[in-house]
DNA sequence: TACTTTGTCCTTTTT
DNA sequence: GGACAAAGTA
């Protein structure tokens, strides 16, 4: 209950007690971010600078705002009601259930999640005839989320060619579609209530009034859009209080825009920017590793990390044959860690993409040890939820097509494909939902059903509600004949539990007063897909993307596959400030790091079905040898090259086994007088015809003669 | 209409 | 290697 402010260094203290100005904190990563803000909050309500109902805390993730919540709860006497906590969606959600006649929008507007939105955009592209191979479904969801996440409509798009005005175009129908339906897409959850608070200034002056403490988490990864929303905040004296870290920066190919952090420091004239920099969680080497690292990056706010603690031990290198090479090392090294006493827990596997994680998994199976593999499919997105959420969403809102669609046919109802053409043709000659042009088709007797649910559910609470939708649907009778049926009905008996567990207080302070039970239900599905995973708190290695690891901390980190095309990946080497944002990814992996790291490469790689060749990541050349520990025998050293992998990584060959050709094989690393250093990819020929095919980088790839190349080994 | 087979495509993803 | 969609078959 205490704040113990005398454990804090000078500058968290300086942060906490920050007099009445805004305030830019430069977190470095372990420095106790999270500490310093929970504490500030406490701070001002535990000194009577203010009360929880004015203060506004946003964060990006679902779990970072319920830590925030518990541990400032654990520093307050009573549990502190009426703070606006959560996460950006999450608030502009409640904001727009609280004037949704305001923002135009029906009480029981439902939100999609990004599987949604792509599904009603394929559907759209479909009856507008457009021609998928020129606007990919993909392309044009982006386009549109990449617009709404700068602030701009459909008919503020900046038209310069003949493709952009057809996806112009395709932005505005798709908005008429959601509009009609009564749904909006995650961006639009923010725009719309953006939009609301602009146009509409006394509600604009009255959360103005209200809020005095604005406080921003992971600041860097604000994208244009939501700067702008919290700057409707300012006027009314709010003051504001925003921590990031412009070297954690990862999600600049999301919208995310570091330049708010130097837009906020102008604007809003920042008198000090407090630094934090001294890091309590990693041992020396690994923090001078990555100091290293990050140096490298031009566009920096600039700052250093260090430690109190020891230099610890070095950082530990290795190169395997192949992945899987690595892979069984990686699980062999966890195995002796384990047995020496580091929890399985405390053990991270962390690679670039998600695709990595199968050949660690394997090697982890075969072997018995427990592992977790996070960012798999979460639990409200798993099709029988998906399924029985769609029946809710059609209860709650009938006009939401996409929900229409699922299930009309699930279970099969004899609902085939030119029914649901028909039907789509007449909702668009009518101007209304598929729900609604469903009476007197062949779909009347869902429909009917629909009805049924709704008038039997009417009044009741919400878990039987969710309990009577999920029998009288007919899945789980559907998913009883089915063979592997029984995990599927597990989970719609999950899903009633889960909505058994929703309480009033979840509802109120998630979607405020104006949403019905089950709204809020749907929203809060929608909004917070579900972390929970089987096996949660048990003893597990833990396997993820860099990107999911961010704000978490391991005692020992295996970073794999730290290979050039990997890490840093192919298409980050074309993109403008492509490698500065690799770097940076590859700067959070080596800080979430206690006491142990190990940075390993493979000299093969299985990726997409073939075997290919890459040359060990620049990131290791960025890390001075000192700090370093090589395991097996460091790779020749090299000239700094920009490899352009965009076409010559196609050239592989594939599954051919390694053989000796003129003295070289497939594989292997070499250096030419002229061209410098590479792989051979691919060989023909025997004796003194043999030729070979080298990959030297930039200096592209080669088809040589052995006899007249003189290649060396590397 | 519903199930099976073939062809294409591959980063990262808090909401 | 694996997801997903289009094409093929009962």
Redesign the pocket.
């Known amino acids: 209950m205490s704040l113990h402010l005398e454990l804090l260094n000078p500058e968290q203290l300086a942060a906490v007690t920050l007099p009445d100005e805004h305030g830019l904190i430069l977190a470095g990563a372990g420095s106790g971010k999270t500490r310093v803000l929970t504490t500030r909050i406490a701070w001002l309500i535990k000194g009577g600078r203010t009360v929880p109902a004015r203060v506004l805390a946003v964060?990006?993730?679902?779990?970072?705002?319920r830590e925030m919540l518990t541990r400032v709860t654990a520093m307050l006497p009573a549990n502190p009601r009426g703070m606006w906590m959560g996460?950006?969606?999450?608030l502009a959600?409640r904001m727009l259930r609280s004037h949704f006649r305001d923002a135009g929008l029906p009480q029981a507007f439902q939100?999609m999640?990004?599987?949604d939105q792509?599904?009603l955009v394929?559907r759209l592209a479909?009856g507008l005839n457009i021609d998928?191979?020129r606007f990919?479904?993909?392309e044009l969801a982006w386009f549109i989320n990449a617009n709404k996440e700068e602030g701009v409509r459909a008919r503020d798009v900046t038209v310069t060619d003949e493709n952009m005005r057809r996806m112009a175009d395709f932005y505005a129908a798709y908005d008429e579609q959601c509009q009609k339906e009564g749904v909006v897409d995650?961006?639009e959850?923010l725009l719309r209530s953006y939009e609301l608070l602009k146009r509409n200034e006394i509600l604009r002056e009255h959360y103005a009034q209200r809020f005095q403490y604005i406080l921003v988490d992971?600041f860097q990864?604000t994208n244009r859009l939501q700067y702008r929303w919290l700057k409707l905040f300012a006027g009314a004296g709010a003051k504001y209080f925003c921590v990031g870290d412009d070297d954690q920066s990862?999600?600049t190919?999301?919208?995310?825009h570091v330049g708010n952090m130097a837009d906020y420091e102008r604007e809003f004239k920042v008198q000090k920017v407090v630094r934090l920099e001294q890091n309590y969680r990693s041992h020396g080497n690994i923090l001078d590793a990555a100091n290293a690292l990050i140096a490298n990056n031009r566009n920096r706010l600039g700052k250093n990390l260090w430690t109190a603690a020891g230099k610890g031990e070095p950082v530990r290198v290795f190169e395997g044959e192949s992945d899987s090479d690595e892979a069984r090392w990686i699980v062999e090294e966890v195995q002796a860690l384990n047995r020496d006493n580091t929890p399985l827990s405390q053990m991270a596997v962390l690679y670039?993409?998600?695709?990595?994680s199968?050949v660690v998994e394997h090697s982890l199976f075969s072997r018995g040890i427990a592992y977790r593999v996070?960012?798999g499919l979460?639990f409200f997105e798993r099709a029988e939820i998906k399924h029985a959420l769609a029946y809710l969403r059609l209860v709650a809102l009938p006009d939401d097509d996409n929900a229409f669609i699922r299930v009309a046919?699930f279970p099969?109802?004899?609902?085939?494909?030119?029914?649901?053409e028909q039907l789509q043709d007449a909702a668009k000659q009518a101007g209304k939902s598929l729900f609604a042009v469903a009476a007197g088709s062949?779909a009347a007797t869902f429909r009917a059903l629909i009805e049924t649910l709704r008038n039997e559910t009417q009044g009741l609470p919400l878990k039987e509600v969710v309990e009577h939708v999920v029998e009288k649907s007919g899945l789980k009778e559907h998913y009883k004949t089915e063979r592997e049926g029984a995990d599927r009905i597990e989970n719609l008996d999950e899903l009633v539990n889960a909505a058994a567990a929703f309480t009033e207080d979840d509802r109120e302070v998630e979607s405020g007063e104006a949403a019905d039970p089950l709204t809020a239900f749907l929203t809060h599905a929608?909004?917070?897909?579900g972390?929970h995973q089987a096996g949660e708190g048990a003893d597990a290695l833990q396997l993820?993307?860099?990107?999911?690891a961010?704000?978490l901390e391991f005692d020992v980190v295996f970073m794999s596959g730290l290979e050039e095309g990997l890490f840093?990946?192919?298409?980050?080497v074309t993109?403008r400030d492509?490698l500065e944002?690799?770097r940076r990814?590859a700067y959070v992996a080596i800080t979430r790091a206690r006491k142990r790291l190990y940075l390993s490469h493979a000299q093969t790689r299985?990726?997409?079905?073939?075997t290919r060749y890459a040359m060990p990541s620049r990131f290791l050349e960025e890390i001075p040898n000192n700090l370093m520990k090589w395991l097996t025998p460091r790779f020749q050293k090299q000239k700094a090259f920009t490899p352009d992998f965009s076409r010559q990584t196609r050239t592989t060959v594939q599954n051919k086994p390694p053989r000796d050709v003129g003295g070289f094989r497939i594989g292997q690393n070499v250096v030419h007088a002229k061209f410098g250093s590479g792989v051979i990819i691919d060989a023909e020929g025997q004796g003194g015809d043999a030729r070979v095919q080298v990959n030297f980088g930039s200096h592209g790839v080669k088809w040589l003669a052995v006899a007249v190349a003189n290649l060396k080994a590397a």
Not at 526 to 529: D, F, G, I, N, V
Not at 544 to 548: E, G, K
Not at 568 to 572: D, Q, R
Request: charged share 30%.
């Open positions: 964060t990006f993730t679902n779990k970072a705002a996460t950006f969606h999450g959600n939100i999640d990004s599987q792509l599904a394929k479909k998928e191979e990919p479904p993909r995650f961006p959850l992971e990864d990862i999600y190919f999301r919208g995310a670039r993409s998600n695709a990595q199968r996070y960012g979460r046919n099969p109802r004899g609902i085939g494909a030119r029914t649901m062949k929608a909004l917070e897909a972390e993820m993307t860099v990107h999911s961010k704000g840093p990946s192919e298409k980050s993109e492509g944002e690799e990814l299985m990726l997409h079905g073939m």
